[in-house]
């Protein structure tokens, strides 16, 4: 893109094979997420790593990014020196391409910026070699889908992140669903250094997938980022810079007092309780969807986010 321009593989997989009879069992209608989630064990949560959660705080509220530095390593760490430097301090949201992207970065870091006026990156490098794709690693968690995708020849899920994988070149990626926060670049694909990012709001543009780097996922505040006036000049850019979002600041929550941090959990993609969430997906059937498709695309499973809960008490 343009700046302006638990359970192993195969337990989980036979579970959201065998889920379906379960659920159709004497016609009784799929339980909700919600009545899954309620289910769930603490064991089935994780909290993600406080040097890879960042939050981004904007006039309307707060946006909270976990990275995925085991996919995309160097961008990862280059994106964590920009905020240890308070680079996107006072920077903006730039554009916001309708059914699209959200974009931010410097404003004049652009065809029509001030380049005299472009912020310095600090400690971080101002360019990176491209992490589009990853070699598979046995040691990551796989959650596979069971269904079939047009961008790959599998996908599925792994450490929380929708991702796919091509096992005759022995390659995996993270897709470019609802959420996903990418890297911003030149024609040039080293010039994707971290510092203008952007969020996927609209329906999942995965023709970027291997294309752009995608460093990580929105765990809260889509609807901040997605809520946006769209731009009304090309690929969605503001006309004028009072339109744009002044991002008040942003923070790794490893540099934030424990006692001081958002706290955030998150539903682990190899645990019990979302296999059936999956399966609830492609199975679902009640008084007002009478029909199961019996089978779902990557995006349009989420991935659940919850406050922690208080720890059960026993009465005497």
């Known amino acids: 893109m343009l700046r302006r321009h638990l359970i192993n593989a195969f337990a989980l997989t036979s579970a959201l094979l065998t889920l379906p009879a379960i659920a159709a069992e004497q016609g009784k209608p799929t339980p909700t997420a919600k009545e899954l989630l309620a289910k769930s064990t603490a064991a089935e949560w994780r909290t993600p790593d406080p040097e890879n959660l960042i939050y981004m705080q904007l006039p309307q509220g707060r946006v909270v990014i976990?990275?995925?530095?085991d996919f995309t390593p160097l961008h990862a760490a280059n994106i964590r020196a920009l905020v240890r430097g308070h680079y996107f301090d006072k920077l903006a949201i730039i554009r916001v391409q309708d059914n699209f992207v959200t974009q931010?970065?410097?404003?004049?870091?652009d065809e029509s910026g001030d380049k005299s006026k472009i912020r310095p990156l600090?400690?971080?490098?101002?360019?990176?070699?491209?992490?589009?794709t990853r070699a598979i690693d046995a040691k990551l968690p796989w959650t596979p889908l069971?269904?079939?995708?047009m961008y790959a020849p599998e996908v599925g899920f792994s450490e929380g992140f929708p991702a796919a994988r091509d096992p005759?070149?022995?390659r995996e990626w993270l897709t470019h669903c609802y959420g996903a926060v990418g890297v911003a670049r030149d024609?040039?694909?080293q010039t994707g250094s971290g510092s203008s990012l952007y969020a996927v709001i609209g329906q999942a543009p995965r023709r970027l997938d291997r294309n752009l780097a995608v460093a990580g996922r929105v765990l809260e505040g889509m609807p901040l980022l997605s809520g946006l006036p769209r731009g009304a000049e090309p690929?969605?850019?503001?006309?004028k810079p009072a339109q744009r979002v002044t991002i008040e600041s942003v923070r790794l929550a490893a540099d934030i007092p424990a006692k001081d941090r958002p706290a955030l959990e998150v539903l682990r993609t190899d645990s019990?309780?979302?296999?059936?969430?999956?399966?609830?997906?492609?199975?679902?059937?009640?008084?007002?969807?009478?029909?199961p498709a019996g089978k779902i695309d990557l995006c349009s499973i989420d991935i659940p986010v919850r406050e922690p809960q208080p720890a059960a008490t026993t009465s005497h």
Not at 235 to 239: A, C, I, L, S, V
């Open 187 to 189: 024609v040039d694909p």
């Open 272 to 291: 019990p309780t979302f296999a059936a969430l999956v399966d609830a997906k492609r199975n679902g059937h009640n008084a007002f969807y009478t029909l």
């Open 122 to 132: 600090g400690k971080a490098h101002k360019t990176l070699p491209p992490e589009y």
């Open 168 to 170: 005759a070149t022995g």
């Open 104 to 109: 931010w970065g410097d404003p004049n870091d």
């Open 146 to 149: 069971p269904d079939g995708d």
């Open 235 to 239: 690929m969605g850019f503001y006309t």
């Open 66 to 69: 976990e990275l995925a530095p």
